[in-house]
């Protein structure tokens, strides 16, 4: 004989159901740690600077060798200029005019390459050795972050924009002006520049403001000195600072890049990459940016100075 079937439960006696399955766990996933860029057009500028100043040295004109001049017998000779005449250790102003010093008669007849060579010259070793410990301790850190394009750009065009407020500085046009400094300090405006568009993704806000602030007031400080070029400071540092709204923008905290979404997750509270403010700042500053180059360069070429005796500025 078979067995009897189980009896069923007794619904009217209340017997509880199964509990429901859980729901499937949604997806992980934790979007990739940012690396950093290789850093290389920096070192690059760094020994292009290096190279430039010993050429120059070979190069510089000495008149009187035996008695006036300090020698160094590398690679055939390196000559600076004595002491009294150069207390930086560098060339003679001839020399630095020959190879491309930035003197605004020279640009209002048609030298316009002046205004970008002349940041590769520098008025003597103190001066290189000032400049290029600036530019490692500001521009390394800038291009691993922001990759060798924008900080490429960024310091020539903030060069750029030293060497016109420069010209547009000396009226007289007595100046001889070399140096990187108009670029570093388009790199240090940039960093300030980019502390406030990328606000929102920063911890302890307030105290890298000021300490970026405190760090811009010193430097400009040093264009108080004697024979130092404080307009090409103040011309880089103008550009650098609008071109940093530009070039430097990251994307807002929280954001998430959607190929790194795995298929099926919904997101919610989904961000856009920047914040409104962000898009008002660059577009202002490419704006004033483009406006503030036109202008300049439009009032040099209309401008002449009268010719006088020129001397040397370092910037």
Same mark, same amino acid.
């Given at each position: 004989?078979?067995?009897?079937?189980?009896?069923?439960?007794?619904?009217?006696?209340?017997?509880?159901?199964?509990?429901?399955?859980?729901?499937?766990?949604?997806?992980?996933?934790?979007?990739?740690?940012?690396?950093?860029?290789?850093?290389?057009?920096?070192?690059?500028?760094?020994?292009?600077?290096?190279?430039?100043?010993?050429?120059?040295?070979?190069?510089?004109?000495?008149?009187?060798?035996?008695?006036?001049?300090?020698?160094?017998?590398?690679?055939?000779?390196?000559?600076?200029?004595?002491?009294?005449?150069?207390?930086?250790?560098?060339?003679?102003?001839?020399?630095?005019?020959?190879?491309?010093?930035?003197?605004?008669?020279?640009?209002?007849?048609?030298?316009?390459?002046? #205004? $970008?060579?002349? %940041?590769? /010259?520098?008025?003597?070793?103190?001066? !290189?050795?000032?400049?290029?410990? &600036?530019?490692? +301790?500001?521009?390394?850190?800038?291009?691993?972050?922001?990759?060798?394009?924008?900080?490429?750009?960024?310091?020539?065009?903030?060069?750029?924009?030293?060497?016109?407020?420069?010209?547009?500085?000396?009226?007289?046009?007595?100046?001889?002006?070399?140096?990187?400094?108009?670029?570093?300090?388009?790199?240090?405006?940039?960093?300030?520049?980019?502390?406030?568009?990328?606000?929102?993704?920063?911890?302890?806000?307030?105290?890298?403001?000021?300490? #970026? $602030?405190?760090? %811009?007031? /010193?430097?400009?400080?040093?264009?108080? !000195?004697?024979?130092?070029?404080? &307009?090409?400071? +103040?011309?880089?540092?103008?550009?650098?600072?609008?071109?940093?709204?530009?070039?430097?923008?990251?994307?807002?905290?929280?954001?998430?890049?959607?190929?790194?979404?795995?298929?099926?997750?919904?997101?919610?509270?989904?961000?856009?990459?920047?914040?409104?403010?962000?898009?008002?700042?660059?577009?202002?500053?490419?704006?004033?940016?483009?406006?503030?180059?036109?202008?300049?360069?439009?009032?040099?070429?209309?401008?002449?100075?009268?010719?006088?005796?020129?001397?040397?500025?370092?910037?």
């Amino acid at each position: 004989m078979g067995k009897r079937p189980p009896i069923p439960p007794d619904i009217e006696k209340g017997t509880p159901p199964l509990p429901p399955l859980p729901p499937p766990a949604r997806p992980q996933f934790r979007p990739p740690v940012p690396v950093p860029w290789y850093a290389w057009l920096v070192p690059l500028i760094f020994a292009a600077n290096f190279i430039t100043f010993a050429t120059t040295m070979y190069l510089n004109d000495c008149p009187s060798r035996s008695d006036n001049c300090l020698l160094f017998d590398v690679l055939g000779r390196l000559s600076f200029q004595p002491i009294k005449e150069n207390m930086l250790l560098g060339p003679s102003i001839p020399t630095l005019r020959r190879l491309g010093a930035l003197e605004r008669r020279l640009v209002e007849e048609g030298e316009k390459w002046r #205004l $970008i060579s002349c %940041i590769w /010259l520098h008025g003597g070793l103190l001066h !290189l050795l000032a400049n290029m410990i &600036s530019l490692l +301790c500001i521009g390394m850190r800038l291009e691993q972050e922001f990759g060798f394009l924008r900080i490429g750009a960024l310091y020539v065009i903030s060069g750029l924009g030293g060497s016109i407020m420069s010209c547009l500085k000396d009226s007289r046009g007595e100046r001889v002006s070399v140096g990187a400094s108009g670029a570093l300090f388009g790199l240090l405006g940039a960093m300030l520049s980019e502390l406030i568009t990328n606000w929102t993704i920063y911890e302890n806000k307030c105290t890298s403001l000021m300490t #970026l $602030i405190l760090i %811009i007031a /010193l430097n400009l400080s040093v264009g108080l !000195l004697p024979r130092v070029d404080n &307009s090409a400071h +103040c011309g880089g540092f103008l550009a650098g600072f609008f071109l940093g709204f530009v070039l430097l923008l990251r994307p807002q905290y929280g954001y998430v890049n959607p190929k790194y979404i795995p298929p099926g997750y919904d997101v919610k509270h989904k961000k856009s990459r920047h914040k409104c403010y962000q898009h008002v700042f660059r577009i202002t500053s490419l704006a004033i940016l483009l406006a503030g180059f036109i202008a300049g360069y439009t009032k040099l070429l209309r401008e002449h100075t009268a010719e006088s005796v020129p001397f040397r500025d370092v910037n």
